[in-house]
């Protein structure tokens, strides 16, 4: 492992594991990145194991997410690992962070309970992309898309009390580009103050498109600095956040994965990646397989990321690189793209006033990570 890699602790001691329960899900939304070829579903036994193993790993503070399938398919496999959770961090003195993603429209009553029953080291991330037009664009049911998913999720989430651990995660895309300020004001008018925003991966955004969401960006984060949306702003999370190093993936099959962006790539193709089971990670296989992919990278992009001032924010863009490849596309055009929009998100991020003590952390560290090189 080359030890300057700015990204190296987060490879060694990775302090997130995310959680898939099956890659099924009751919406069919067009930019879904989840390839959705295993049919596998998790288990309780397994989960409970994977989170066992996941809490030996050195590093006290951690996270653990239900973010890559729609995890109220599954309520009380959700709830019993939730609980178990909690119950080992507090055994074990561990500093738990809990992230649930969900696009509403099966948080009913007893979800809805379960989640405002938790303190608030459990954040609900709720997708909504805006108002009715922009989110049923693109969010359809699977084997209905005439319905819209819009009405169902918010009047659940409307009746959930407990806002201040809810986060509207927003995906914008280059048909909803247009309408990025309108949509925040819309959730913001919804009373939800934590607001994430960022753009449909996988895709080549028109530079016209790009010119479009950098001015409507702007005029937000003017909105935001000046109080006119009340509420917190993050612009690089995921992807942007480069915290995918720090993040090992337990897959439907029960294995443990390099990370979340082997997803995309069908379930035959990422066997390559597995670093493990629920009872064992091999940190030796994770280590090697980075090597390789940055070394793949930086042959590709010319060593454009190592060199850059951004790549501490932006990370580089190893998800697309593994999509592009096995997806046989044309990494260099998309990769020029991407760059284009890193540039956006970042730039724009760095604008916003009031980061939230998560994001300033980050910022910080990512800062002094960057004086280190
Ligand atoms: S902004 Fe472009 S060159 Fe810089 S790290 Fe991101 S993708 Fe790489």
């Not at 490879?11 to 959680?19: V, Y």
């Not at 090597?291 to 697309?320: G, H, M, V, W, Y």
Request: hydrophobic share 40%; with cysteine; net charge positive.
């Amino acid at each position: 492992m080359r030890t300057e890699n700015i990204f190296i602790e987060q490879i060694l001691k990775p302090s997130q594991m995310d959680i898939c329960f099956s890659e099924k899900c009751n919406l069919n939304c067009r930019y879904c990145f989840v390839n959705k070829t295993s049919t596998d579903v998790l288990n309780l036994k397994t989960v409970k194991k994977a989170i066992d193993t996941f809490y030996v790993l050195p590093n006290k503070d951690k996270t653990i997410t239900f973010t890559t399938s729609e995890p109220f398919l599954y309520p009380d496999m959700f709830i019993g690992a939730v609980r178990h959770i909690f119950a080992r961090a507090d055994e074990k003195n561990i500093n738990i962070r809990v992230v649930a993603t969900t696009n509403g429209v099966l948080l009913n009553k007893k979800m809805r309970d379960f989640v405002a029953s938790l303190d608030n080291r459990f954040t609900l991330n709720f997708s909504l992309d805006g108002d009715k037009k922009s989110h049923d664009l693109h969010r359809k049911f699977r084997g209905n898309s005439h319905d819209s998913s819009f009405e169902k999720a918010v009047q659940n989430f409307g009746q959930l009390l407990k806002r201040k651990n809810v986060r509207v995660i927003t995906t914008v895309t280059p048909e909803t580009a247009e309408y990025v300020r309108n949509n925040a004001q819309f959730i913001a008018g919804k009373k939800f103050i934590n607001m994430d925003i960022f753009p449909q991966m996988f895709t080549i955004w028109p530079e016209k498109k790009l010119a479009t969401l950098r001015k409507g960006l702007d005029r937000l984060v003017d909105d935001f600095n000046s109080g006119k949306i009340k509420g917190n702003l993050r612009l690089l999370n995921r992807l942007w956040g480069a915290t995918h190093y720090a993040k090992i993936l337990l897959g439907s099959d029960g294995k443990t994965y390099l990370f979340e962006w082997v997803l995309p790539l069908k379930y035959a193709q990422r066997k390559a990646y597995i670093i493990g089971d629920a009872g064992k990670i091999n940190m030796q296989k994770r280590q090697a397989l980075f090597e390789l992919l940055f070394d793949a990278i930086e042959k590709k992009t010319n060593n454009k990321c190592r060199t850059c001032t951004r790549q501490s924010f932006c990370s580089n863009p190893l998800p697309l690189y593994l999509w592009s490849i096995y997806n046989k596309k044309d990494f260099a055009v998309y990769f020029k793209n991407f760059c284009q929009m890193a540039k956006i998100m970042v730039d724009a991020s760095k604008k916003i006033k009031h980061k939230n003590k998560l994001d300033s952390d980050k910022w910080e560290k990512n800062a002094s990570m960057r004086k280190a090189k």
